[in-house]
């Protein structure tokens, strides 16, 4: 079938990379052991390969990982995972070491097989090829990297996904239904991924402090994505990551320890949580790189949700007006003052969820602003763009709807740019940010 992966054919995956460390992910094509050799691109010896083993059971249904360590920073390593006669391969590069300031470029975007847009029996998801055809460092995956909550249904798609996971077996069958598209395979392939979830990896709209599905649902996401938890806090998905002295990443989890979105917003209300809320000022506000990335699944500046419910950052209506007792705004201007009185610049806040592209210049003070960019959906039900929250005082640079897309970001030692793409491959906007 056009557009899938043979049933026993082995999968792979590298992530949360560092300049010295990277996860290896595999789906193996049965039970038992996995070989993982990995090498710098311009190995010139075969002293310089890296062997490692692990196993996978029915139990993890078939996935693994494998942290790597003692990696150069800034090098091109090419990996090799066989099992039984299978194999396959792939590449990522390592982070820049953190005082260099080399240039950086990434991808992003959100929401893949939603409204039924799911793996198409002719050719898979078009947007994956497009994507190979913008070389980058990594892949950010803004959420929704299934629709667990929605039956793949139209009959253009490849069957298996018509159902509605309530299981863990079936919450990981409709990741690795998405896994087996070809095209997103080849991509992983080639470039190392930072995934973080949104709430279709459980249910519409979820908060992980109430939903009874929330524990299997991140389960599923944890086996499907290479991924490198705590030990101390397996169940941990926010983090962060340094890519040299022009870029860090702070990703957030916005689901896991969020109040319920029924509740009056006010200073009781979460969406991160205290601990990691601690993490992310500190973080953000001590971070010596010159552009500091805030991955948040939701968007910041523009209504999400029912009105009684909103799912976003933003308390605003459908015309952009603040609208009381909802969303997480409270919270959201709590750790955007904090930000400005410690003289945070250059801040990109990066998001997906709202399926459509926008770039926005906040403004929520004479003497301070910040950028949103957002992308998406990779392939689901299209939006349109919408009215911005009036209290950030936002300016849209462009905004487009009724599209698939992903948006691209380039760092060098001068400049931000960023770039917005169809999923035919053509740059829809560009934009140009100096740093202050």
């Known amino acids: 079938m056009a557009g899938a992966l043979a049933q026993d054919e082995l999968l792979v995956a590298s992530g949360d990379v560092t300049a010295t460390s990277a996860v290896i992910w595999v789906r193996g094509a049965q039970p038992g052991a996995v ?18 083993s692990l196993s996978v059971s029915a139990a993890d249904d078939l ?23 299978a194999s396959a391969a792939g590449e990522f590069v390592t982070a820049p070491d953190p005082t260099e300031p080399a ?10 097989g939603g409204g039924g847009f799911c793996r198409p029996v002719n050719g898979g998801y078009t947007i994956f090829p497009a994507m190979r055809r913008y070389p980058a460092d990594f892949f950010l995956f803004v959420g929704d990297t299934a629709y667990a909550d929605v039956p793949c249904d139209r009959p253009d798609t490849v069957p298996g996904a018509n159902f509605r996971a309530s299981t863990l077996p079936q919450f990981r069958a409709r990741h690795l239904y998405n ?17 973080i979830w949104d709430d279709h990896e459980v249910r519409n709209d979820f908060a992980g402090t109430t939903h009874p599905l929330m524990p299997v649902g991140r389960q599923a996401f ?5 991924i490198a938890s705590p030990a101390e806090e397996p169940g941990r998905l926010y983090r962060r990551f340094r890519w040299g002295r022009l870029l860090e990443l702070f990703i957030l989890d916005t689901r896991q320890y969020r109040s319920d979105n029924a509740l009056p917003d006010g200073p009781g209300k979460t969406m991160l949580g205290a601990a990691q809320r601690r993490w992310l000022v500190d973080g953000v506000t001590s971070s010596t790189a010159t552009w500091k990335v805030v991955v948040s699944s939701v968007t910041l500046g523009m ?8 799912d976003g950052w933003s308390a605003a209506n459908i015309l952009g007006f603040p609208q009381d007792g909802a969303g997480f705004a409270t919270e959201r201007d709590a750790i955007l003052r904090a930000f400005r009185t410690r003289a945070v610049r250059n801040l990109i806040f990066v998001a997906a969820d709202v399926h459509h592209a926008e770039l926005i210049r906040h403004h929520p003070h004479l003497d301070w602003s910040f950028h949103e960019f957002i992308a998406g959906p990779l392939s689901a039900t299209t939006g349109i763009p919408r009215p911005l929250d009036i209290s950030l005082n ?19 030692a001068g400049s931000l740019t960023v770039r917005l793409v169809d999923d035919a491959g053509a740059v829809m906007f560009t934009h140009t940010i100096g740093p202050e």
């Open 303 to 310: 209504a999400t949700g029912r009105p009684e419910r909103r």
């Open 394 to 412: 936002s300016r849209s640079l462009f905004a487009r709807g009724s599209v698939f897309n992903f948006g691209e970001v380039s760092v060098d």
């Open 222 to 226: 944890l086996d499907y994505w290479p």
């Open 179 to 195: 896994r087996r598209d070809a095209g997103l395979q080849a991509l992983l392939r080639g470039l190392s991924v930072y995934a």
């Open 35 to 52: 070989a993982v050799e990995i090498a710098p691109e311009t190995a010139p010896a075969d002293n310089a390969t890296r062997r490692v």
């Open 103 to 112: 240039r950086v470029r990434f991808i992003w975007s959100g929401d893949l």
């Open 63 to 85: 996935t693994g990982k494998t942290l790597v360590s003692e990696l150069s920073p800034a090098t091109r390593y090419r990996y090799r995972v066989s099992q039984d006669g």
